[in-house]
């Protein structure tokens, strides 16, 4: 699949996961377990998008040691 569809596919999937956390948190009684599985899942998307653009896909996650 080339760079760009995927891109378009990426931003399609985050932009509707979006729209559905959107939907959940104005319900009356907003189930707060799917709430954190979409964010989780716009989480994962937005690392691939920027992945897709060159960029770090995950935050720094080295320490250095003391002593």
Same mark, same amino acid.
């Given at each position: 699949?080339?760079?760009?569809?995927?891109?378009?596919?990426?931003?399609?999937?985050? @932009?509707?996961?979006?729209?559905?956390?959107?939907?959940? *948190?104005? +319900? /009356? %009684?907003?189930?707060?377990? @799917?709430?954190?599985?979409?964010?989780?899942?716009?989480? *994962?998307? +937005? /690392? %691939?998008?920027?992945?897709?653009?060159?960029?770090?896909?995950?935050?720094?996650?080295?320490?250095?040691?003391?002593?």
């Amino acid at each position: 699949m080339a760079i760009n569809a995927r891109f378009h596919r990426l931003s399609n999937v985050h @932009r509707a996961v979006d729209e559905h956390i959107r939907t959940e *948190r104005r +319900k /009356a %009684r907003p189930d707060g377990w @799917r709430l954190l599985r979409l964010a989780a899942l716009r989480a *994962r998307v +937005k /690392a %691939r998008l920027t992945a897709l653009l060159g960029g770090s896909s995950t935050p720094s996650t080295r320490h250095q040691a003391f002593g």
